[in-house]
């Protein structure tokens, strides 16, 4: 048995995961990122014990523990190296947490890869080359290779959001313009809905968007799907965004299997059956065996389950 912590901004997630890639307990508690980073892995440590103990199991039954961090990690020394969402700089986690377990492995990776891993391991066995995408307040990725996590040889790869998508286009949170990200993710996404309301105030999605009293990415695609022409126009040119770079994608690394995570995602073959239009439609040399897409099915648990699995090697 395996643990994996998916250590977010908001949220401490851990779990007890077998080794086929099923969480036998969980549990969470607020990160409060702004604490020392002893306090933090202090509480991760807690929820360690919590969820094995729920479980009926003990700590020295567990064969390693996987963390997934947002940032840049150097895999190596189990550090994180930088991150935003926690303000962390160059942060020993591996040797903290192995302050109260100094006896299991611990191993630390970038919160995407570990959630792209946990896809991996329970729907892309047998791929030699997976890929995972995640279309929430950014765009993040994951590339897994003859199953190992690919990361660059600074540890750092795989941040599939920043390739440019528009030359000149808008400014991303990285400084750069125009990144996939901007257009493709569930931010890009309620921008696109909010300019549409402007210029459509009488739109349904304008009437979703006073009754719910916020603007979501639910706002266009639950409008489009009662029938707003403005919504459907936001929809297909969000569509267009996040298909186009998939396509990219797919002439770089050409996957067995793409598959796309995040709350948008739980459209399904809404969002599905348009991409695989495009993507088929815009690929480098349609006269070979394409790449298969396909929805995520783990949403929330991806990064527990990779975080864990990924401690096994």
């Known amino acids: 048995m395996y643990i994996g912590v998916d250590l977010g901004g908001t949220n401490i997630a851990v779990g007890l995961v077998d080794i086929e890639g099923n969480i036998l307990a969980k549990s969470s508690r607020p990160t409060l990122a702004d604490r020392p980073f002893e306090e933090i892995v202090k509480d991760m440590a807690q929820l360690c014990v919590e969820v094995t103990e729920a479980a009926g199991h003990t700590m020295d039954e567990i064969k390693g523990i996987g963390i997934g961090s947002p940032g840049a990690v150097d895999h190596a020394k189990g550090e994180i190296i930088y991150s935003n969402n926690i303000p962390w700089n160059h942060v020993p986690l591996r ?13 630390i990776e970038n919160d ?10 329970v729907n892309g066995k047998g791929s030699k080359t997976f890929v995972a995408i995640t279309l929430g307040t950014g765009v993040g990725g994951g590339i897994v290779i003859d199953d190992k996590i690919y990361r660059g040889f ?14 000149d286009g808008i400014k991303c949170t990285c400084g750069k313009l125009g990144c996939w990200e901007c257009y493709a993710s569930v931010t890009g996404l309620i921008r696109q809905t909010s300019e549409a309301i402007q210029k459509h ?3 349904q999605m304008a009437k979703i968007a006073a009754e719910e009293d916020h603007i979501s990415g639910r706002t266009a695609f639950n409008a489009a799907k009662a029938g707003d022409p403005a919504a459907q126009e936001v929809v297909d040119a969000y569509i267009r965004y996040v298909a186009d770079g998939i396509v990219s994608i797919i002439n770089i690394f050409q996957p067995d299997l793409l598959v796309i995570g995040g709350g948008i995602s739980k459209e399904g073959d809404y969002l599905l059956e348009p991409i695989k239009r495009f993507v088929a439609e815009n690929t480098y040399c349609k006269d070979i065996a394409q790449s298969k ?3 995520a099915t783990l949403f929330n648990d991806a990064g527990i389950i990779g975080a864990a699995l990924s401690a096994k090697s």
């Open 201 to 203: 105030p009488e739109s």
């Open 154 to 167: 600074n540890g750092i790869g795989g941040e599939l959001g920043h390739f440019t998508l528009v030359h």
């Open 112 to 121: 995407a890869n570990a959630a792209a891993y946990g896809e991996y391991s």
């Open 293 to 295: 897409l396909a929805i």
């Open 95 to 107: 040797d903290e947490m192995q302050k109260y377990f100094d006896h299991i492995p611990v191993n």
